[in-house]
């Protein structure tokens, strides 16, 4: 019983913070009022930039009207996901409606996020990979021919998806992994690369059946100095 009241007594005048998982906090920050806190919502617009760099620019084996499609296609993921956005807004419309534009917006907004993604991360005639870039992905994956060689093996996936390099912070690894459509999948770190495997992204420029081709070709345009800031930025 003594020692119990030891330890409270203690408890008791320890000025520390606690958080569960971590132990004392230093430094902790005092609490913020509420109500403090502001946002200034704003609705989805088209990268014009990365537009223009995706479509003025000659990509080898991804032709120009393919480009040009393919923006399209992104520029109805920006309509879409803002007017879902104004939608979900409504207090006029039921829970199971409100239900099914929750579920669509996550595949629409994501379309919007991946395609910037890819598009930044393609250059016509990118640099090669730093040496520490070369260096952090062949302790993960074995070499970088490998790290490659895993994106077009993943890439095969039966259906329509992704395939996306994230640096999980909780693991302090980069992640290679298959993300379903636009939204299944996706919420495993920050993605540092991105690479569309929807028939949409080849589908003028190679067969149906090509995808290997694709993702074989889609390598060698990868920006490497585009991926390496991301993973800066994410550390």
Known sequence: MMHILVV????????????PFSGPLKNASPKRPVGTYKLSPQEYSVNETL??????????????????????LYRGYVKNANTLLANMAKS?????????LGRRFGF???????????????HPSPAS?????????????GSFNKFLERIQIIGG???????TMTLDKSLNRLILNWVNEHQDGQSIGDVVLAVDCWEHAYIKDYKSTARGDYL????KLIDWEV????????M
């Open 8 to 19: 409270l007594a203690l408890l008791s005048s320890c000025k520390c913070s606690f958080h």
């Open 51 to 72: 537009v223009d760099w995706v479509t003025k620019n000659n990509f080898p084996g991804i032709s120009n009207k393919m480009m040009v499609e393919h923006v399209d």
């Open 92 to 100: 006029s419309i039921d829970s199971v409606m409100k239900l099914e």
């Open 108 to 122: 629409e907004a994501n379309g919007v996020h991946l395609h910037e993604l890819f598009f930044s991360n393609l």
């Open 129 to 141: 990979p730093s040496e520490n870039l070369v260096s952090v992905i062949s302790d993960e994956f």
């Open 157 to 163: 996936t039966r259906g329509t998806g992704w395939v």
């Open 216 to 219: 074989q070709n889609l390598v």
């Open 227 to 234: 991926v390496e800031r991301r993973l800066k930025a994410a």
